[in-house]
Nanobody
Framework: QLQLVESGGGLVQPGGSLRLSCAAS????????IGWFRQAPGKELEGVLC????????YYADSVKGRFTISRDNAKNTMYLQLNSLKPEDTAVYYC???????????????WGQGTQVTVSA
């Protein structure tokens, strides 16, 4: 079965860093567009970073540009989100996602991780 399993969330102080992992099983992640989305308390699910399977197109939300980085390790069939210079407003449940055809960084992709909580607080 196609599955994405996330890990790496937690509590971090403002200015700190976290690295989220998303391991894929049942399919080869390198053939898929990948993305990270988040839902902050009281807000809608939003796209954070998305990248096409051939890395030809990349989207960054303005609020995270220069602070977050998306990457993919094809050998491990795993995607990552590096979160640096974290702010309290980054507090959210973060979801990884993959889609064979969809690239537009909106939350209607085919495959989703279970979500991992990131809390930024002093």
């Amino acid at each position: 079965q196609l599955q994405l399993v996330e890990s790496g969330g937690g509590l971090v102080q403002p200015g700190g860093s976290l690295r989220l992992s998303c391991a894929a099983s049942g399919f080869s992640l390198d053939y898929y567009n990948i993305g990270w989305f988040r839902q902050a308390p009281g807000k809608e699910l939003e796209g954070v970073l998305c990248i096409s399977s051939n890395h030809g197109s990349t989207y960054y939300a303005d609020s995270v540009k220069g602070r977050f980085t998306i990457s993919r390790d094809n050998a491990k069939n795993t995607m990552y989100l590096q979160l640096n210079s974290l702010k309290p407003e980054d507090t959210a449940v973060y979801y990884c996602a993959a889609d064979l055809l969809q690239f537009m960084c909106v939350p209607n992709w085919d495959y989703w991780g279970q979500g991992t909580q990131v809390t930024v607080s002093a």
